[in-house]
């Protein structure tokens, strides 16, 4: 590990300020995922602003008949809500199939947003990788690994986003509340926070590098049914294969691609009649298999058009 | 020599009076262990302030290396030393033996500028903290010149050679009588590389005083890891003082000392102060051993009957080119089942890669994937139950040897297990009962483990207090050694639990193999016990021999032993008393087993029979287990909660082989794929449901003198083939590649149309 020096914010300006104004500087939340680059120098942070005890971990319900949670609410705190529980259903499934109990009770909503990939090569740094080292080169294609991307991977690289909860919370049509060092806010949908890897793939996400995220608001739920399903190799704590949430008629993937990725063609081969199965397969039907990853692609499409049944969504076969 | 007779005789442990053979007592060190406060080795305080090693690994496969760029590393803060191959203190070269009675020969560290694996370690750095030394060696600079290396075991299977000193095995006419078989399975499958992943990983704290160290290591074998030092330091053993006392997991993987035991002594003493060494979680998976892929290729030819009248198992597996290891994957066959014509043997391809090396049941854990899959796949064809085939080729005598079996309860671990499990319950035809998305199905399969007996001494002590201390060489890696020592010595003498102290895991005790093979528990069991005779025939020496002692006179070989006293009729005083007015100092004893010259008469084996019950996800080819029930028939049981342990850890690690547990070498690196817990997947507590086991009555005389057997390893022996059984039931998809993940299902069910 590089050294670092540390600091515990004291309000949400002066933390924004102490970001923005030292060189390398980082917010830090739960330390679930930053921590653990850092052992590894995949992180190397001149300086750790601790977010995690500003007043920021409240849920509170919005104007706008939905909830505003705070960014540093925990996961299993906003996963035993009761209006969560009541309303977002598939955001507490989303939630509590990442990690585990400890991992969920530490990590908070802004740091699982913008947790970083779970690329195996990307955490072995004695290979080439682009995110990592960019130019270095890409390890993991040619690699036949199940993990890879299917949407929206380029030459640079194929990774995929490993958040249960962001995946849910695109469904949702959540927005993020952001503050920057000139004190103006700005609110961003959840959908539009990660980039594609495209030929740059170190550069992750929409925000500027000391942009605090202070919250993530859930409108009012959609009418329709909710549910969040991940395919994994064992029953709990690893990450997806695949995932699919469905919430009020959006279809969005996990695992598929470096951000959760909106089901666009098959929402409108939905609209336009067509059956789930066929919905479906249109939607894979836009899969790119770089590694004849042709498995990752029938589970994708098997696992939509089951999740589509048991929601009620669209038309039966 | 003793005979196997000797044992019969009954004695206090199978009379078990006071009845603590086979109950079960918590563990001897459980509170510590759960409290945090058992010292492991990196834990253990040292007497002066330590300074922090840290190894720094190859990045190729093979090759040498032609520079390294130290000079960041030395200037990093902190630093004390930056070694490699160029200035590495002098050690013995590898394989030398000074003294030819050493149980393992030099090992020394950068030894030189070859890689010959990825992951070896290639430079050291010394500094004040572990953040120091970890951050100076991303500061070493390496470069290689790289040489072809061969890395994929499945493109060079037709490298195998006959492992060195081995034949095949034939018996009868193997090919002749396949050929004429009525109904018959020709099948291959594949286990893949797995790692052990113990949750402490391998680990050195050592100092010197004077010319003699200390080393607090995490290690299976006392004397192995005393002598290997020893010999890489080119010093007698007896300057070597080695001690491990607590040891998170071993499961065969630390059986021998790695470079953490030589570059902490080599530091301790290069720098005059403590050093700790540890590998990193990563770095455990190439520094250290695997148990090696195997493809097997099974032959069954029966008759109409169900009858064997044919049966091969051919195994091919791999090692490091100059570390010889087989996995001998077709062992464990050749005791099983009737079949007058046979074949077995063993194939060896020579790689590039990390050292192969024995993990938790060697030689059966991957074999019986095999074969018990491929009796499943003849049941099917023959129309019988898999039970009643396995029954229908049980032998009566060991079926290569033709010697007896010392007792096998085979038949009656598969009528118990059927019973208990339900096994009624399962419709022979596949894809049959539907649970939602869950297409639910059921497998079983038998278990067979070897059972041995090794030489191992043991000591004991009586103080003035009544206090009897149990010191042996003897290592308790997470199994329950230290509680199972403290019953039998409690039993021997009479006494209740609290009275005893076990203190294990020092070369300066007598010494005991260690842990492995699951010879542990009854060969330091053993010791323990013929050491506790000892000592009972020395206080009733005493006792009967002393005016003051109420015994005075009597005949020592009638005395008895029973609530803490020493007693004859009604003539009776407390061990307290005899030893505090006898011989005050107390009273040390040393006692020691060794195998029985007959033993090998008999076909000695523990038993068992494993049943599954599974979920298919029928969408996305998920498995997840509904139940798993053992039985097991292992001779006496000692302690009847840490062994239920040790076989219910052995079946959770069969349902890891059977649906995630594996690592496989990127070609284009040599490096293993998987190395951390995130992507080498073991059995999380969500993964196991409802599952139990239970032992029968047993006593095995021909074993030792209590009639124990090993349990250590019995449990994951055809584990994970019940659980690939019972996916086959579920929905039809025949799989012969561990393990079974949901992509490898979801083919199956996809080329079946579902
Ligand atoms: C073993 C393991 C298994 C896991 N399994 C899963 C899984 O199955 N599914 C899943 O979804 N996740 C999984 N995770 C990831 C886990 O969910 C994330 O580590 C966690 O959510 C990160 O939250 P944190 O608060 O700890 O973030 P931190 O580690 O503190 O921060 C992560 C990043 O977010 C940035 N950040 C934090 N707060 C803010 C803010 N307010 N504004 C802007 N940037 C901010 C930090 O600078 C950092 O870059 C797993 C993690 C581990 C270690
Ligand atoms: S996929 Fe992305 S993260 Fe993984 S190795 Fe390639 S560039 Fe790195």
Not at chain 1, 4 to 23: C, G, M, N, W
Not at chain 1, 113 to 124: A, E, G, K, V
Not at chain 2, 449 to 475: C, E, H, S, W, Y
Request: aromatic share 6%; charged share 20%.
């Amino acid at each position: 590990m590089k050294p670092f020096t540390y600091e515990r914010a004291s309000d949400v300006a002066s933390a924004i300020q102490a970001v923005s104004q030292t060189p390398g500087a980082r917010y830090l939340a739960g330390g679930t995922n930053l921590l653990d680059l850092m052992k590894l120098e995949i992180e190397t942070p001149t300086h750790l602003v601790d977010v995690s005890r500003l007043p920021l971990a409240t849920i509170e319900a919005s104007a706008e008949g939905g909830v505003r949670l705070g960014a540093m609410t925990r996961n299993s705190q906003v996963a035993a809500h009761p209006d969560i529980r009541a309303r977002y259903p598939a955001l507490v499934q989303a939630i509590v199939s990442g990690g585990s109990g400890q991992l969920r009770n530490k990590a908070t909503t802004a740091g699982n947003l913008m947790q970083r990939t779970r690329c195996s090569f990307f955490y072995d740094t004695a290979k080439p990788c682009n995110k990592r080292q960019p130019g270095s080169g890409c390890s993991a294609l040619g690699s036949l690994s199940r993990a890879n991307a299917i949407f929206g991977a380029s030459e640079a690289c194929v990774a995929t986003h490993p958040s249960d909860m962001a995946v849910a919370l695109v469904a949702l049509d959540a927005q993020i509340e952001t503050l920057r060092p000139d004190g103006t806010s700005r609110s961003l949908a959840v959908a539009d926070l990660h980039r594609l890897p495209g030929t740059s793939p170190e550069t992750e996400s929409e925000l500027a590098a000391d942009e605090l995220i202070t919250s993530v608001n859930l409108p009012p739920p959609a009418p329709g049914g909710q549910l969040y399903r991940k395919v994994r190799a064992r029953a709990s704590y690893v990450g997806g294969l695949a995932s699919v949430a469905v919430a009020g008629g959006r279809l969005v993937l996990g695992a598929v691609a470096l951000k959760p990725w909106r089901a666009e063609t098959a929402e409108a081969a939905l609209a336009s009649g067509a059956s789930r199965t066929e919905a479906a397969m249109a939607e894979l039907a836009q899969a790119q298999d770089p590694d004849q990853n042709a498995g990752k692609i029938a589970l994708v499409r098997r696992l939509l058009g089951a999740v589509l049944d048991e929601t009620n969504t669209g038309r039966g076969a | 020599m003793s005979s196997v007779k000797d044992w019969a005789a009954p004695n206090p442990i199978t009379e078990n009076r006071s009845g603590l053979i086979g109950k079960s007592v918590d563990r001897y060190e459980g509170r510590l262990k759960v409290t945090g406060t058992a010292p492991y080795a990196y834990e253990v305080e040292p007497p002066a302030p330590p300074a922090y090693g840290q190894m720094v690994t190859a990045t190729i496969a093979r090759g040498r290396i032609t520079h390294i760029e130290t000079q960041a590393a030395e200037q990093s803060p902190g630093v004390l030393a930056v070694w490699t191959h160029l200035n590495v203190p002098p050690q013995a070269r590898r394989g030398e033996r000074l003294n030819p009675r050493s149980q393992r020969p030099a090992n020394p560290a950068l030894a030189s500028d070859r890689v010959e694996f990825y992951g070896q370690t290639v430079a050291f750095i010394l500094a004040d903290t572990l953040e120091n030394a970890r951050a100076a060696a991303e500061k070493v600079e390496i470069t290689y010149a790289a040489e072809t290396a061969v890395v994929d075991f499945l493109a060079s299977l037709d490298q195998g050679e006959l492992p060195p000193g081995e034949e095949d095995v034939h018996i009868g006419d193997f090919p002749k009588a396949f050929a004429a078989s009525q109904v018959t399975v020709d099948e291959t499958y594949f286990s893949p590389i797995q790692n052990h992943v113990q949750m402490e990983p391998c680990a050195t704290t050592a100092w010197w005083d004077g010319d003699k160290v200390t080393v607090h290591t995490s290690i299976q074998m006392v004397k192995g890891g005393q002598h290997a030092l020893a010999e890489t330091l080119a010093i007698p053993s007896d300057r070597v003082h080695l001690i491990t006392r607590y040891i998170g997991g071993g499961f065969g993987g630390k059986g021998q000392a790695y470079d953490d035991l030589t570059l902490a002594a080599l530091a301790a003493r290069a720098v005059g102060r403590p050093v700790k060494v540890a590998y990193t979680r990563q770095q455990m998976f190439h520094g250290t051993i695997h148990r090696p892929a195997v493809q097997m290729r099974v032959r069954l030819g029966a008759n109409a009957d169900g009858r064997l009248n044919a049966f091969a198992l051919e195994a091919i597996t791999h090692c490091a080119r100059h570390a010889t290891f087989t996995e001998h994957a077709a062992n464990f066959s050749r005791n099983l089942y009737a079949a007058p014509n046979r074949l077995t043997g063993h194939r060896l391809v020579r790689m590039d890669i990390p050292h192969a090396g024995a993990m938790r049941a060697p030689g059966e854990a991957p074999g019986m994937l095999s074969l018990e899959c491929a009796m499943d796949e003849l049941a099917e064809k023959l129309g019988l139950d898999p039970i009643e085939l396995r029954l229908r080729n049980e032998p009566d005598v060991d079926p290569e040897t033709g010697k007896p079996f010392s007792v096998r309860q085979l038949e009656q671990c598969l009528h118990e297990g059927s019973q208990r499990f339900g096994w009624s319950r399962r419709n022979p035809k596949p894809g049959q009962v539907r649970d939602g998305r869950w297409l639910v199905g059921m497998g079983m399969a038998a278990a067979i483990r070897g059972n041995f007996l090794l030489p191992a001494k043991a000591g004991l002590r009586i103080t003035a207090d009544g206090v009897l201390t149990l010191t042996q060489g003897m290592t308790d890696i997470g199994t329950g050694t230290y509680t199972i020592l403290a019953q039998i010595t409690a039993e021997t003498l009479g006494v209740p639990l609290e009275q005893v102290r076990v203190e294990l895991g020092d070369s300066d005790m007598p010494p005991a193999p260690g842990s492995g093979g699951q010879f542990g528990a009854a060969t330091a069991g053993s010791a323990a016990y013929e050491t506790g005779m000892v000592m009972r025939r020395t206080l009733a020496d005493l006792a009967t021999g002393d005016p003051r002692s109420p015994l005075y006179g009597a005949d020592p070989t009638l005395v008895s032993f029973a609530n803490g006293n020493i007693a004859l009729d009604n003539q009776t005083e407390t061990l307290a008393a005899l030893v505090a007015r006898s011989q005050p100092e107390g009273v040390y004893v040393e006692g020691s087993i060794s195998p029985a010259a007959d033993a090998r008469d008999y076909s000695q084996h523990t038993y068992g029979a494993h049943f599954a019950e599974v979920g298919v996800d029928v969408v996305t080819g998920e498995v997840r287990m509904r139940k798993m029930f053992g039985v097991f028939a292992a001779g006496r049981i000692l302690n009847g909660k840490t062994a239920r342990s040790q076989v219910t850890g052995g079946m959770i690690w069969g349902v890891g082989t059977a649906l995630t547990e594996a690592n496989t070498i990127d070609p284009r690196f040599g490096s293993f794929a998987n190395q951390d817990l995130g992507t080498y997947l073991v059995p999380v507590h969500a993964d196991i449901v409802d599952l139990d086991a239970i032992f029968l009555d047993e006593a095995d005389d021909k074993a030792n003198p209590m009639g124990i057997k090993g349990v250590g390893e019995l449990g994951i022996c055809g584990a994970g083939a019940a659980v690939a059984n019972a996916i086959y039931n579920a929905c039809g998809v025949r799989l012969r590649d561990y393990p079974m993940t949901p992509d490898k299902v979801l083919e199956g069910l996809m080329a079946k149309g579902l």
